[in-house]
C-alpha cells in the first residue's frame, strides 16, 4: 500500500461559464507505508478551454508553459502509473477529487482507478493548508500555489496525524454534482432571463439552447445524465415559478 498525497491547480472559470474547472497541474508526493517519502511527481497540463488569467496569475504558471504542456490524457496515465496498483489518494480538500473526476468524464477516460480510498485532509484540521501550518508551528515551505509543494507541505501536516491514513470515511463521488455542477448557474441566469421577458421557460426550450447543447458535448452527457440536468431544472423552475410550474412540465408555455 502507497499512500499519495496530491494537489491539483485548476483554470479557473467564471461563475456563469458552462466550461468545467479543468486541472492546469498535479503535484503528488508518494508515500510507503512507514509514511516515507519514496518518489515524487509534478506535470503541467495543456488545458483544452480558455485560459483564465487570474488563475495563472494565482498559481505563477505561464501561459508559454501550459501551451508546452502534454494533455490531460497523457498525464494523467502518467500519473496513474505513478500511483501504482495499491494506494490511497490524499488530498486537501475534495475540490481536487472532484475536479479530477470532472477532467476524466471531459476526456472520456474510466474513472474506476479514482472512485475509491479518496481521503479528504481538511476534515482532520481547521482552516486552509497555510492556516493548519501555522496553528501547529510549522512553515510554508516552497511556493504557494505549486501543487508539489502545496502536496509536500500537506505531507508535513500528516505526519503530525499518520493515523489518519487508516480512516475509512472516504470522498464519495456524486454522480449528480459531477453531471450537473457547471450547468447549474446557466440555468439560473436562464430562468431569470425568462421572467425579466414575462415568460416561463420550458425545459425542452433550454434543452436546444447552444450552450446548454455545448455543455452536453463538453461533459459527454448520456441520455440517463440529460436527465440529471432536467432534474436539476425541474428543481429551479419548482422554486422560480412555484405553483404555476406545472404548466411548464406539460410542455404549455405561459406568458
Same mark, same amino acid.
Request: charged share 25%; hydrophobic share 40%.
Given at each position: 500500500?502507497?499512500?499519495?498525497?496530491?494537489?491539483?491547480?485548476?483554470?479557473?472559470?467564471?461563475?456563469?461559464?458552462?466550461?468545467?474547472?479543468?486541472?492546469?497541474?498535479?503535484?503528488?508526493?508518494?508515500?510507503?507505508?512507514?509514511?516515507?517519502?519514496?518518489?515524487?511527481?509534478?506535470?503541467?497540463?495543456?488545458?483544452?478551454?480558455?485560459?483564465?488569467?487570474?488563475?495563472?496569475?494565482?498559481?505563477?504558471?505561464?501561459?508559454?508553459?501550459?501551451?508546452?504542456?502534454?494533455?490531460?490524457?497523457?498525464?494523467?496515465?502518467?500519473?496513474?502509473?505513478?500511483?501504482?496498483?495499491?494506494?490511497?489518494?490524499?488530498?486537501?480538500?475534495?475540490?481536487?477529487?472532484?475536479?479530477?473526476?470532472?477532467?476524466?468524464?471531459?476526456?472520456?477516460?474510466?474513472?474506476?482507478?479514482?472512485?475509491?480510498?479518496?481521503?479528504?485532509?481538511?476534515?482532520?484540521?481547521?482552516?486552509?493548508?497555510?492556516?493548519?501550518?501555522?496553528?501547529?508551528?510549522?512553515?510554508?515551505?516552497?511556493?504557494?500555489?505549486?501543487? %508539489? =509543494?502545496? $502536496? #509536500?507541505?500537506?505531507?508535513?501536516? @500528516?505526519?503530525?496525524?499518520?493515523? +489518519?491514513?487508516?480512516?475509512?470515511?472516504?470522498?464519495?463521488?456524486?454522480?449528480?454534482?459531477?453531471?450537473?455542477?457547471?450547468?447549474?448557474?446557466?440555468?439560473?441566469?436562464? %430562468? =431569470?432571463? $425568462? #421572467?425579466?421577458?414575462?415568460?416561463? @421557460?420550458?425545459?425542452?426550450?433550454? +434543452?436546444?439552447?447552444?450552450?446548454?447543447?455545448?455543455?452536453?458535448?463538453?461533459?459527454?452527457?448520456?441520455?440517463?445524465?440529460?436527465?440529471?440536468?432536467?432534474?436539476?431544472?425541474?428543481?429551479? $423552475?419548482?422554486?422560480?415559478?412555484?405553483?404555476?410550474?406545472?404548466?411548464?412540465?406539460?410542455?404549455?408555455?405561459?406568458?
Amino acid at each position: 500500500m502507497h499512500y499519495i498525497v496530491m494537489d491539483m491547480e485548476f483554470n479557473g472559470r467564471r461563475h456563469y461559464d458552462i466550461y468545467p474547472m479543468e486541472t492546469i497541474e498535479i503535484g503528488a508526493v508518494k508515500l510507503n507505508e512507514q509514511l516515507e517519502i519514496v518518489d515524487t511527481f509534478q506535470s503541467f497540463i495543456r488545458p483544452k478551454f480558455p485560459l483564465n488569467r487570474f488563475a495563472l496569475q494565482f498559481c505563477g504558471i505561464t501561459e508559454e508553459t501550459l501551451l508546452k504542456s502534454k494533455p490531460f490524457e497523457v498525464v494523467i496515465e502518467k500519473f496513474k502509473k505513478f500511483c501504482g496498483s495499491d494506494f490511497k489518494l490524499i488530498a486537501w480538500g475534495g475540490s481536487d477529487f472532484f475536479t479530477l473526476l470532472v477532467d476524466c468524464k471531459v476526456n472520456r477516460i474510466k474513472n474506476e482507478w479514482v472512485t475509491t480510498h479518496l481521503l479528504d485532509m481538511t476534515r482532520f484540521f481547521e482552516g486552509g493548508l497555510q492556516q493548519a501550518l501555522e496553528d501547529h508551528g510549522l512553515h510554508f515551505i516552497g511556493q504557494s500555489h505549486s501543487a %508539489l =509543494d502545496d $502536496a #509536500l507541505n500537506a505531507v508535513h501536516l @500528516l505526519m503530525l496525524k499518520p493515523g +489518519l491514513v487508516n480512516d475509512t470515511n472516504y470522498f464519495i463521488p456524486d454522480p449528480f454534482k459531477i453531471c450537473t455542477g457547471g450547468i447549474k448557474k446557466w440555468i439560473q441566469i436562464s %430562468l =431569470d432571463e $425568462a #421572467l425579466q421577458n414575462n415568460r416561463m @421557460l420550458r425545459w425542452d426550450d433550454f +434543452l436546444r439552447d447552444q450552450n446548454t447543447q455545448k455543455y452536453i458535448s463538453i461533459m459527454n452527457l448520456t441520455d440517463n445524465e440529460i436527465g440529471m440536468v432536467q432534474k436539476l431544472f425541474n428543481k429551479f $423552475a419548482q422554486m422560480k415559478y412555484g405553483s404555476k410550474f406545472h404548466f411548464i412540465r406539460s410542455n404549455s408555455a405561459i406568458s
